[in-house]
């Protein structure tokens, strides 16, 4: 149990990849605090499979595009937890438009609920992660900060600002040994992949991919839980690209 004694606040774990992070975290031994924004019933039964793997849970409601709710969440975190060791930035939310027909207001709330909300949380968990213990931030982003995806502009753009981010945070916060890194992935079946793309195109991703699939969340989960791990402790400032290969293509 690498995590064991471990507490983490993971975004948007109410579904999709955040879930499976929460619940890998658990798996490897951490506490979880599990937010979501609207489906409550969806982040309680997470709670509940990460109680059944033995960690503590809690489910705490909160917007990441609001700064004042960024605070609030944290706030919570350190009531329920009393400190925090790990932070996942992984909720999203995105204007899936081409660039002509985004709104400014398209633009911002995605920048707010991705890229802003990172940036947030991650100055809100350096306050609460304790230097002696050492702790872990980590972002998820996307292939489509680096590759056109259609549609994806707000959204791509905003990851390629978390990646930048992640850098700089690495650097400036090695001192206080907190690590910081981002999981990229290709295509993942979540609910996100079918909402913003059609049936074809998401197919078609499949077919170009080398190991023969989509992702699954697990396939991200599993490498953001394990740069958690004292297993990673030499690696920070990192996008790791877990894609099953489609960028080869
Ligand atoms: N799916 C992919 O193909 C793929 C590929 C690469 C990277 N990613 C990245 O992986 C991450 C998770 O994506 P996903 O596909 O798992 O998404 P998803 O299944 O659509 O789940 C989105 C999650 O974010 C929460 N959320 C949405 N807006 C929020 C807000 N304003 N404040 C707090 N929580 C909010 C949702 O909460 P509710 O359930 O309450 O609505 C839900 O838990 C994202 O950063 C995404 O960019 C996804």
Redesign the pocket.
Known sequence: MPLKGRFALV????????RACALELARRGASVAI?????DK??LAVAEEVKALGGKAVVLQ????NADEVKRLFSDVRNHFGGLDIFVS????AAIKPVAELTLADWERTFS??ATAFFLGAQESAKLIDPERGGSVIA???VGSQRVIPNYAS?GVA?AAIESLTRYLASEWAELNIRVNAV?????E????KAAFDYHQVASWADITPMGRL?A?ED?ARVVAWLCTDEARWITGQVILADGGITLR
């Open positions: 975004t948007g774990a109410s579904r999709g990849i955040g937010n979501f924004l609207k489906r969806r982040a909160a917007d990441v595009g992984n909720a999203v939310n609920i991705n998820i982003s996307s959204l990851k990229s992935g290709g295509p993942v979540t609910d996100a992949l992702g969340p991200l």
